[in-house]
């Protein structure tokens, strides 16, 4: 079977750094993905991490430690419209569906 | 089309009727997935479609739900004898196979809206 565990919330304000973890426990692992979902919208791709390290898309990058079965997404520069579900999802390997986590819900105020 | 696209986009059914969701995916996508994401929930997997693959159903949580997908094209997520539970968001999404990273970037509908009276 597949688990992800992420943090139901996370507060923070405007300019301030955020870190969202996700720990998964897979028969298999072929990559982590991270997908932003607003409210009443559809989730939409951030980033997908296959090896170790981190990747950088402007203030959004995502980290991965297959070692440890962990990832993380750190958000920076963080604005209002950050406010959203951040789900992490895993492929245990090529071929086989993707399957999210239950998000994080980011709360972003002034 | 430019998107993902879902039909209806709301559905309200009495208990113990029969729906029927459409998902048309992006032209050329390969894989297509059906999500059930009830409210405030996470993404709960149903079934995925990979070009002329068998389908993973694994996700299916009865076998009052059921699903097809005509070549590479559109998919019908079917449920049956709905009840009360099946209340949720259904979101369809489909990726295209080829770099890896193409093929893990998932591009969503906006969903279809179900409601269980």
């Known amino acids: 079977g597949q688990s992800l565990e992420q943090p139901s919330e996370v507060t923070a304000v405007e300019g301030a750094i955020v870190q969202i973890n996700c720990t998964y426990q897979t028969s298999g692992f072929y990559g982590l993905s991270w997908y932003q979902q607003h409210d009443g919208g559809a989730p939409t791709f951030l980033s997908y991490n296959a090896l170790d390290g981190l990747e950088e898309t402007g203030r959004f990058s995502s980290f991965l430690s297959r070692s440890d079965s962990y990832g993380y997404l750190l958000l920076q520069e963080l604005q209002m419209k950050d406010s959203a579900s951040y789900f992490c999802a895993v492929r245990r390997q090529a071929g086989t569906a993707l399957i999210f986590g239950k998000g994080t819900t980011l709360s972003v105020s002034s | 089309g430019a998107g993902v696209s879902q039909s209806p986009s709301n559905k309200v059914t009495e208990k113990g009727k029969d729906v029927e969701l459409r998902c048309d995916p992006i032209?050329?996508?390969?894989?297509l997935y059906w999500y059930r994401q009830r409210l405030g929930q996470g993404l709960e997997f149903l079934i995925y479609f990979q070009g002329n693959s068998a389908p993973d159903k694994s996700g299916l949580p009865s076998d009052r739900f059921s699903a097809e997908r005509t070549g590479e094209s559109v998919s019908t997520l079917t449920i049956q004898r709905t009840q009360q539970e099946d209340s949720a968001v259904y979101l369809c999404?489909?990726?295209?196979?080829?770099?890896?990273?193409?093929?893990?970037?998932?591009?969503f509908g906006s969903g279809t809206q179900l409601s269980v009276l």
């Open positions: 999404a489909s990726s295209n196979q080829g770099a890896v990273t193409t093929n893990e970037k998932l591009f």
């Open positions: 032209s050329g996508h390969t894989a």
